[in-house]
């Protein structure tokens, strides 16, 4: 590519919150998009320190120092912003953000929910910014594809809705579930819980440990219930389990439902093949086969697979994800493609 279409195509984007693990995949990931120009990685922690001597993949490949500028000092650095920041923070650098005409890609939990009073039940505090509540898009891409690319404001998924969510929408969709008998197992990484210093997280602790955590109302149920919710076209309640794994990355959800009516599980085979046929990043797997992490980690891809309990009349769903890929970096920068009009697959 020529300086000269460089210039007319990239887009100066902005990571806020660059040194969590989260904003270290959107370094990673952005630093060699062919549409990207990384123009600000921002941390509180690292300011003044090398990109490329900080994120380990990096090295020799960027002269940016991170900073620590003040959410309106930022409005004319970039035009693209990537937030990498915990809940409640987030909002402070969306709202002047958003409101000076800024795409926002948030990462967080602010702007995922539509009704503020939920947030506040699982979040423990009131939304900072519920003006801004409709103006987003839940950001997932296989559901609201069309909606992304005219948002300004896109709240991109939690990892554990996203491995649910993908496994359950064909079945929501064309309803063929009793939804109150919906029940969700998912098991993540150690990543997923964020860097920080916490004593519960250490190597010594985690290490052959398998454990649930969060029950009952882990605060990804909510925005679990709400997609559940408008797919089925009426109020649905899950149970929904979480449990921490000793692994670095990766994410399994395992889902088992009653039919509402009944259907053979080739018939269910079928239209999951065929409402994902297109996904660039979707697989389902034959009958015979079970998603496999080994080959999502590190990708923006899921696989999803199907199985029929004949003993229970129960149908079984089972997916995988990388929960720092498609669970959050690179499913913000397939958002990121959507939005701009890229392909969608470029960086990916």
Known sequence: MSSTNQSIQQIKTSIIGASGYTGEELCKVLSSHPYSNLTVVTSRQREGKRLDQEIAGLYGQSNLRFTNPT????IDQADLFFLALPHGVASDYALPLYKAGKIVIDLSADFRLKNAAVYQEFYQHPHPAPELLQESVYSMPELYREQIKTKSLLAC?????????LALFPALQNNLLETESIVINSLSGV??????????????EVNELAKAYGVPQHRHL???????????????????????????????????????????IEAIQALYESIFANE???????????PNMKNVVRSNRIEIGLRWDQRTERLMLFSTIDNLGKGAATQAIQSFNIRMGFPETTGL
């Open 280 to 290: 660039p990043f979707v697989r389902v797997v034959p009958l015979d086969q079970m």
């Open 191 to 204: 990543s997923g819980a964020g860097k920080k210093a916490d004593e519960s997280l250490l190597f010594c």
């Open 71 to 74: 959410p309106t000092e930022l």
């Open 157 to 165: 998924p939690g990892c554990y809705p996203t491995s649910i969510l």
């Open 222 to 264: 909510s925005e679990i219930e709400q997609e559940i919710s408008f797919l089925a076209k009426k109020p649905v309640k899950v149970t929904f389990i979480p449990h921490l794994i000793p692994l670095h990355r990766g994410m399994w959800s395992s889902i088992t439902c009653k039919l509402s009516n009944p259907k053979s």
